[in-house]
């Protein structure tokens, strides 16, 4: 009753596509469980981590791509520039709030199966950081109020 060789065969690759896909999940979780939303640094945009780079003062900006080392920002065009609300879909890495508004920023993340797990948070004004993982930027809503 051990079934046969390919039925053993196909039940084995069925364990490993769900473990990887487990393993996967478990691993985007860590990352955005650990990943903060925006950085601790003061104000200052010559003090943050990731600094305005070359955002327009005044403007919420997302980059498709990481800062290139020695540049501690992103040089590149941003795939959104915006100092109003916006919706679309933007890839994105990095992001930085330029304005003196609280920002909520959404985005999409897409897992290894296809699915994808939307997610918001707050983006502090003159505050901006990374993203760990390839994401879609989707909707930047400002607020009046604290993040």
Request: with cysteine; glycine share 8%; aromatic share 10%.
């Amino acid at each position: 009753p051990s079934g046969s060789p390919a039925s053993v065969q196909m039940g084995l690759a069925m364990t490993l596509r769900s473990l990887a896909l487990g393993l996967a999940s478990a691993a985007f979780v860590a990352a955005m469980a650990s990943a903060p939303g925006a950085s601790a640094a003061g104000s200052a945009a010559s003090d943050e981590p990731w600094p305005p780079g070359n955002c327009p003062q005044g403007s919420f900006c997302v980059w498709p791509n990481w800062a290139t080392i020695p540049d501690p920002a992103p040089t590149e065009p941003p795939s959104v520039v915006t100092n109003q609300d916006w919706t679309g879909k933007a890839p994105a890495l990095t992001y930085y709030n330029y304005t003196s508004r609280n920002a909520d920023l959404g985005y999409l993340y897409t897992l290894p199966d296809g699915s994808q797990r939307p997610n918001t948070f707050c983006v502090p004004a003159h505050q901006g950081n990374i993203f760990y993982l390839p994401v879609e930027v989707t909707k930047v809503t400002f607020r009046d109020s604290a993040c």
